[in-house]
């Protein structure tokens, strides 16, 4: 009856030159048992249902040469699942909804959704970066992100998020963890990793721990290169395992593995992605985790260039990963596995055992009775103000002033003097500040606003001058935060020279919608105000704070040299 099942797809036919989709395979029975499905796979099919590549989620006709690949995968190469990139709910849905009636068996669908849907997802919510909830040290703050993104991620036909980020930030200079985590205090970060799991997994989606054993006490991007932890195990032990200790307690159902090298533990250079000794000996042995095993992305320069796509896929399935995620090439990946098994360097128990468990999670998930997700209920689930409202209170309560020496900000608050906005981020947030601005001004202050960018020159910068010149007070804006394969954290030197002189010479607030470290660069800076993210709430919480209307409560979850863990000063709103 299976192998009726694995055979009876179609391919799309051709009606005066317009790709037609087929008539979706014949369901999996849900009678059929997981034994049953597994016994009827051929090697190349198990192999296969190990593959995750990645697809983008923005819209594409049935024609297009990406969407064409995507539908090859799956058809073809029948592979176990997607990792879906940004795009709006429809075009997610209606793209996920496509590629799961096509596919034999169903598809499990994952993402990456550390704070919020909206991360992925156009229009649904966008909380700050899971630091704020560190900030508030509030278990329900995490745990209502967890269950949000869940809310949205499965609306639109993701079932797994590949967060929270479990990893300490505990290295100021690591470039690309910073405000993706919680914090770098470890019970105070396991107490936020138990809460936003259970938000998750409670609201129907499956959470992963990453990235397994710890990325947070590193200077690398494994983007890029190899990340290197020369702490023993004793450290290890005490310290970075404890956030995952704290999931797997929740009941994590997925932990995914780091590209990070631990000669003190494994002997050797080698990544923990593709060593037995940690991904088989301390998660499986030692921690007792009995879920899901997922590689971090393989396409990535700490692994990819070191061993090929093929190699990379073997190598970490024989340490224990049960899911090869985002290969640079799927077909080599799956080749490569089943070539493995008739060689014998992977044991055909070995690989039922993992292609069981992924069969056991779709079968948890449901997808078995029901693979696709109604389009007419998303303008009713995703983006609602609902969301938005806690992650309107979140950003408020999570604002965290570490400096205010002679009170600019208290000043700034005091009256409504027209101020100079100077905002800076990276080219992919054009709008930054933009939203303080609009929330200043409605608040009757009044703005000029000029916005600096990395390829900024010395023409740029005089004119902020000029406008710096024109107001009494001044409010510089600066997002930097962790971007993928960028390698460092940190704003130009002409910006750190203008925010010093400027704030040596007027009343200077400078705000951080990103890295916390920012005082590195500008030690003697008077008022510092942190909001952890760009998002919309997050700008809307700090131009309230710059009014006055909200109070300021937020503490260090991150030591910030000179002020320890738990530093905060404490401001109640000035004005309704």
């Not at 099942?5 to 029975?29: F, K, N």
């Not at 034994?35 to 590549?53: C, E």
């Not at 693979?371 to 604002?399: E, F, H, I, W, Y």
């Not at 910030?560 to 401001?571: F, K, Q």
Request: aromatic share 6%; proline share 7%.
């Amino acid at each position: 009856m299976l192998a009726a099942v694995l055979d009876c797809g179609g391919q799309a036919v051709r009606r005066s030159g317009v790709p037609v989709v087929p008539p979706p395979p014949s369901p999996v029975p849900a009678s059929i048992s997981v034994d049953s499905i597994l016994t009827g796979l051929s090697v190349r099919q198990k192999a296969a249902q190990l593959v995750i590549p990645w697809i983008s989620g923005a819209y594409t006709a049935l024609d297009d040469s990406d969407f064409q690949a995507a539908t090859r995968w799956v058809d073809s190469l029948q592979v176990g699942g997607l990792l879906v990139s940004v795009g709006s709910p429809f075009d997610i849905a209606a793209k996920l909804n496509s590629l799961q009636q096509r596919s034999q068996l169903p598809l499990l669908i994952s993402a990456d959704l550390e704070w919020g849907a909206g991360m992925r997802v156009t229009g649904g919510v966008s909380f700050p970066m899971i630091m704020a909830a560190g900030a508030t040290d509030e278990p329900r703050d995490a745990y209502a992100i967890g269950a949000a993104s869940a809310i949205e991620g499965r609306a639109v036909g993701i079932h797994v998020n590949f967060a929270p980020d479990a990893d300490l930030n505990n290295n100021p200079l690591n470039p690309i963890i910073n405000v993706r985590s919680f914090g770098e205090n470890p019970a105070a970060v396991g107490r936020l990793v138990d809460a936003y799991v259970r938000g998750l997994q409670e609201h129907g989606m499956l959470a992963t721990l990453k990235h397994f054993p710890g990325h947070g006490d590193t200077k690398v991007d494994s983007h890029l290169s190899m990340p290197v932890i020369t702490a023993d195990y004793a450290r290890l032990d005490s310290t970075e395992l404890v956030p995952f200790r704290a999931g797997i307690a929740a009941g994590v159902a997925v932990v995914m593995s780091g590209h990070i090298a631990f000669p003190a533990f494994t002997g050797s250079d080698e990544p923990a992605t593709v060593s037995a000794a940690v991904m088989t000996g301390l998660l499986r042995d030692s921690l007792g985790f009995k879920g899901l095993v997922v590689t971090d992305a393989l396409s990535m320069g700490a692994i990819a260039g070191r061993y090929g796509s093929g190699e990379a896929a073997v190598r970490a399935f024989i340490a224990g990963s049960d899911l090869l995620v985002m290969p640079s090439d799927p077909d080599a990946a799956v080749n490569a596995v089943a070539a493995a098994v008739a060689a014998g360097r992977i044991p055909s128990s070995r690989l039922d055992a993992s292609v069981r468990r992924v069969l056991e999670i779709k079968s948890r998930l449901g997808l078995f009775t029901t693979r696709t997700v109604p389009l007419d209920s998303l303008m009713t689930t995703v983006g609602t103000k609902r969301l938005q409202d806690q992650a309107n209170d979140l950003a408020v309560r999570a604002l965290t002033l570490v400096r205010d020496v002679g009170g600019p900000l208290h000043a700034l608050q005091a009256r409504r003097t027209r101020v100079a906005l100077i905002a800076y981020a990276d080219e992919r947030n054009g709008s930054v500040g933009q939203r303080i601005a609009e929330t200043l001004r409605t608040g009757g202050t009044g703005v000029d606003y000029f916005r600096l960018w990395p390829m900024s020159g010395a023409p740029s910068y005089d004119s902020a001058r000029a406008t710096i010149a024109r107001d009494e007070r001044v409010v510089f804006v600066a997002q930097l935060r962790p971007i993928t394969a960028h390698g460092s954290i940190a704003m130009p030197d002409s910006l750190a020279r203008l925010i010093m002189a400027t704030d040596s010479a007027q009343p200077t607030v400078l705000v951080s919608l990103g890295s916390p470290y920012l005082l590195d660069q500008v030690p003697t800076v008077k008022s510092y105000l942190l909001a952890w993210s760009a998002v919309r709430a997050a700008e809307r919480a700090v131009g309230m704070a710059l009014l006055g209307q909200v109070p300021i409560a937020g503490h260090l979850p991150i030591r910030l040299p000179p002020y320890p863990l738990g530093h905060g000063i404490v401001v109640p709103a000035a004005r309704p």
